[in-house]
């Protein structure tokens, strides 16, 4: 079962109709127990890193996702998702998020349009599987202000050029995260999620 975590986040319907697509059945739930009973989970994400922090921690949520994780179970952050996973964010002073990748969330450069919106290129740093079928440079859907800057560079699996290179593919074991939108990212972002969910081992129902 692929369990999307439902903390409020506006874009969280998108995302299951993304895997519907791909012929999965995913379970939209707030329950720490059905999260901890999948076998991959899904953290969907926009507006702020800390504000999604808050609503993770009001719903009991920050355990069953950091100890999935520590667990090294399959696990996928999308945008904000891949945020709350470093040390802290600067947006709106600092907030503490999970911790998972040390390092920190900060504000792309000024003198740039901001939020970076729209298509880029994702340059492929890591021979990953979860790449498979897409090409190196193919386009992703991106809406953010923010980025996250890992203390160690060599989880950087995918960047992107927008006023400096930033990490928009995370891989730390059987953690895949993205800067971009998957959903919004036409045939590549179908295939990363399809990559994912075949690296989790599940099948279609």
Same mark, same amino acid.
């Given at each position: ?15 299951? +109709? ?15 127990? #059905? =999260? ?8 969907? !994400? ?10 993770? %921690? ?22 904000? /998702?891949?945020?709350? =996973?470093?040390? !802290? ?9 999970? !911790? ?6 900060? %504000? =792309?450069?000024?003198?740039?349009? $901001? ?5 880029? *290129?994702?340059?492929?740093? =890591? ?11 193919? +386009? ?15 989880? $950087?699996?995918?960047?992107? #050029?927008? /006023? ?30 399809? +990559?994912?969910?075949?690296?989790? !081992?599940?099948?279609? *129902?």
């Amino acid at each position: 079962m692929i369990a999307i975590v439902d903390y409020g986040a506006g874009n969280l319907r998108s995302v299951a +109709n993304a895997i519907a697509k791909l012929g999965y059945q995913p379970l939209v739930t707030a329950s720490s127990g #059905e =999260l901890a009973q999948a076998q991959a989970v899904i953290l969907p !994400g926009v507006g702020a890193a800390g504000d999604t922090m808050e609503s993770l %921690r009001r719903l009991g949520l920050v355990d069953v996702v950091n100890q999935f994780i520590a667990d090294d179970r399959p696990f996928f952050g999308v945008c904000i /998702g891949l945020q709350v =996973l470093f040390s !802290g964010t600067e947006e709106g002073g600092w907030h503490e998020c999970l !911790g998972v990748i040390p390092g920190r969330v900060k %504000r =792309l450069p000024s003198g740039l349009k $901001i939020p970076h919106m729209g298509w880029n *290129q994702v340059k492929q740093r =890591l021979s990953h599987p979860i790449f498979e079928g897409i090409p190196d440079g193919a +386009n992703f859907y991106f809406v953010h202000s923010y980025y996250g800057e890992p203390e160690d560079s060599s989880l $950087i699996a995918g960047e992107t #050029e927008y /006023g400096l290179p930033f990490a928009s593919v995370m891989v730390k074991g059987n953690l895949v995260a993205t800067q971009f939108h998957p959903e919004k990212s036409g045939e590549f972002g179908l295939r990363l999620y399809q +990559n994912f969910i075949k690296l989790a !081992g599940i099948s279609r *129902q």
